[in-house]
């Protein structure tokens, strides 16, 4: 009777199969990445931009706390949750105390604070795109790319602006790589052929005064 040999392929989805049900077994949970969510990171990056500039004056704090209410309330109706006042209120009230907005503030002009963002979020649930929301946050595009922003746009530089950056800067970034590789294939790179040859661009002929002839 034959032996049956399985492939690499195979082999190697029969053993992930076997620990797949080794760990339903064992009663371990089986990691999964998390679908990306774009009202979560932008929570996550103006959280970022709140501390990048605290201490912020009590008068510019609704800027900040309004587009975060509304991303809290957009998260809580994906997720399947009710997107009350009270829940709302509640989770800015103890990210707040993690960002280091609380330490600023008094609890009464903090729930004051709260309590008017908040409800100016459910009066106006929808959210701002990308470069509406950085004009909001007063974000520039150097603080946009020290914090790695990359959800929210910038005051002062439109996306078409960004989009020609980044092509540029990942031309620049490709030529680097292309000519980092070329050396290690053991190419020698053109200054320093350039240098040891003596060779460069200027025309032997016109130091002899010779003119080229062009046929009419």
């Not at 929570?43 to 704090?61: G, N, Q, S």
Request: net charge positive; hydrophobic share 35%.
């Amino acid at each position: 009777m034959g032996v049956l040999r399985a492939t690499g392929g195979n082999h190697v989805g029969f053993r992930n199969r076997n620990a797949a049900s080794s760990n339903k077994r064992r009663g371990r949970k089986q990691w999964r990445r998390k679908p990306f969510s774009l009202v979560a990171q932008r929570m996550r990056e103006i959280e970022r931009i709140i501390r990048f500039r605290l201490p912020i004056k009590t008068a510019d704090l609704k800027r900040y706390l309004v587009p975060y209410a509304q991303h809290i309330g957009q998260h809580l109706r994906e997720c399947g949750k009710p997107a009350t006042h009270s829940e709302i209120a509640e989770r800015i009230e103890i990210k707040s105390k993690v960002l280091g907005i609380a330490y600023y503030l008094s609890e009464q002009q903090l729930d004051a604070q709260i309590n008017a963002a908040v409800t100016l979020a459910l009066k106006h649930p929808r959210l701002d795109k990308a470069d509406a929301l950085g004009t909001r946050l007063s974000l520039t595009f150097e603080d946009r790319a020290v914090l790695r922003i990359t959800t929210i746009g910038a005051c002062d530089v439109t996306r078409a602006q960004r989009m020609r950056l980044r092509r540029r800067n990942k031309r620049e970034r490709d030529r680097k790589r292309a000519a980092r590789k070329r050396v290690e294939q053991g190419a020698t790179p053109r200054a320093q052929y350039l240098a040891a040859n003596g060779t460069s661009r200027a025309k032997p002929w016109e130091r002899q005064g010779i003119q080229p002839t062009i046929d009419a």
